[in-house]
């Protein structure tokens, strides 16, 4: 007997782009990682709450890390390549060179970041207006969103930047662009972070009430008006220019982009979850909610029928789960927050050296220690008299306020190892009683919620995942296997 032969593997490459760098997998086609890489990209602070970035940066760092993940592998078989990224906004001009978004001039830095809060004047001026669109953002527009960024540039780099921009991008549409040569929009990007309606648009009258009338005589040419559906081929595939930057075959299809949250929370909401004594299993995924946690942290919730909730964007019908309205509410900081905290601690130092000295990253060490001085409680009561507000950056969600301040209660004159500790502990507390917030409220709304799902680098902690399962009250389940929906 002769045995058949076998088809060779397929592979699909999947290019992440966070807020520090960027990460690309190589997966065959029944979904194993066959390799990853990442590469970290810079982030420029020029003043408070001004972070910006480089396409050309960003984009040389795709092409470094899709290239060591198809090393040796046969170019024939692989048969596609789809981005995600986080929600920044990517400013162009009209021969598609960046532009400067800063004062100084610096075109490279072309990018202002999703966690920039530079446009607090315009988005109190947008939120005053309370026209009809913010009742799917919450009923509040974040500083974080687009509109309130563009208004910022027609403001304040009237002639440098707004009369020379040719496009205006989410960094998931820049990188479709960049591969494909084609200016559509993602549904996910512009519904999600722009106030696009998925079934009727644009809506002129937000645009001409906020002051950026011009975006609308152009029809939207600037901003989109060619809008796909996540994971529709976008154009003819890579171009012959990409397909070299990438070291990739010409022409393989490249799949309408995603928010790097919103791939985090496709991936691991629909997980299979049969033996694991979970109170999801044989429920509709609309009792699960997806927590992408990161430098940031998102709370995807999906349903049926929209639910409005207070202070949580949306509803987004189709934005994630094909079908399905989307709530997605947030934590500014939460990684970030943790970094912040630990590394500014006195005892930082001495925690990097006996970290280094034990082979273990400081979260781990951090982790270990809190362990040794618990004695017989729970490692969660060690800080009953310490307390942190976490919003040192504002509040995304429920409270809606980007005004609000960090606050640390219970602070003595120790020093130590042993305080830097219980202050990591209290931090990723306050976090884990924000998400519970976020929970309570969509639960209040109308969401019928009984599983918490957690991926991305934060989800990697094993103390960040059990601080949120015993505050959360609820079921946390690690998805540890979706490393590359890390956010």
């Not at 032969?5 to 490459?13: D, F, G, N």
Request: overall charge negative; glycine content about 10%.
């Amino acid at each position: 007997m002769h045995s058949k032969k076998q088809a060779p593997v397929r592979y699909y490459v999947g290019i992440d782009v966070g807020s520090a760098s960027v990460r690309a997998a190589l997966v065959d086609e029944f979904g194993t990682v066959v390799a990853h890489a990442d590469q970290p990209i810079q982030i420029w602070e020029p003043e408070p709450d001004h972070y910006e970035q480089s396409s050309s940066d960003i984009w040389a760092a795709c092409c470094l890390v899709t290239k060591k993940v198809v090393c040796g592998v046969d170019a024939s078989r692989i048969r596609g390549v789809g981005f995600d990224a986080t929600c920044s906004l990517v400013v162009v001009d009209k021969q598609f060179q960046p532009l400067a978004v800063n004062c100084e001039g610096q075109n490279y830095r072309n990018v202002i970041m999703w966690m920039d809060h530079r446009a607090v004047s315009q988005v109190e001026h947008i939120n005053a207006t309370q026209h009809r669109v913010l009742s799917y953002v919450g009923g509040v527009m974040s500083v974080e969103m687009q509109p309130p960024k563009l208004l910022w540039i027609k403001e304040n780099l009237k002639e440098s930047c707004w009369e020379k921009a040719g496009y205006f991008f989410d960094l998931p549409d820049f990188l479709s662009w960049k591969a494909t040569g084609v200016t559509a929009r993602s549904l996910c990007t512009v519904v999600c972070k722009w106030t696009y309606s998925s079934d009727g648009g644009w809506d002129d009258s937000f645009w001409k009430t906020i002051g950026l009338e011009d975006l609308v005589k152009d029809k939207y040419e600037k901003i989109g008006n060619h809008v796909l559906s996540p994971g529709e081929p976008v154009g003819k595939g890579l171009t012959p220019e990409a397909a070299k930057d990438l070291g990739l075959p010409e022409g393989i299809a490249v799949a309408a982009s995603l928010i790097d949250a919103h791939a985090g929370g496709l991936g691991v909401i629909g997980a299979d979850v049969k033996g694991h004594n979970l109170p999801c299993e044989n429920q509709p995924i609309t009792s699960r909610v997806a927590m992408i946690c990161g430098t940031s942290s998102c709370h995807m919730g999906v349903s049926e029928t929209p639910i409005f909730v207070p202070g949580v964007w949306g509803p987004y019908f189709s934005a994630m789960v094909p079908g399905l309205w989307l709530n997605e509410g947030g934590q500014s900081a939460t990684g970030k927050l943790i970094d912040h905290v630990v590394r500014g601690h006195v005892a930082f130092p001495e925690l990097q050296s006996k970290a280094a000295t034990s082979a273990h990253s400081i979260y781990t060490y951090l982790n270990s220690h809190l362990d040794l001085i618990k004695k017989s409680l729970p490692v969660g009561f060690l800080t009953v008299d310490l307390h942190v507000w976490p919003d040192f950056h504002g509040n995304r969600s429920p409270l809606t306020d980007l005004t609000l301040k960090g606050m640390v209660v219970g602070l003595t004159l120790s020093r130590g190892l042993d305080e830097l500790a219980l202050i990591y502990l209290a931090t990723i507390q306050a976090i884990a009683l924000g998400t519970r917030h976020i929970l309570e409220t969509m639960q209040a709304a109308g969401h019928h919620i009984n599983t918490l799902f957690l991926c991305g680098g934060l989800s990697k902690n094993p103390l960040f995942v059990q601080m949120h399962a015993d505050i959360t009250g609820g079921h946390g389940e690690n998805g540890e296997n979706w490393e590359s929906c890390a956010a």
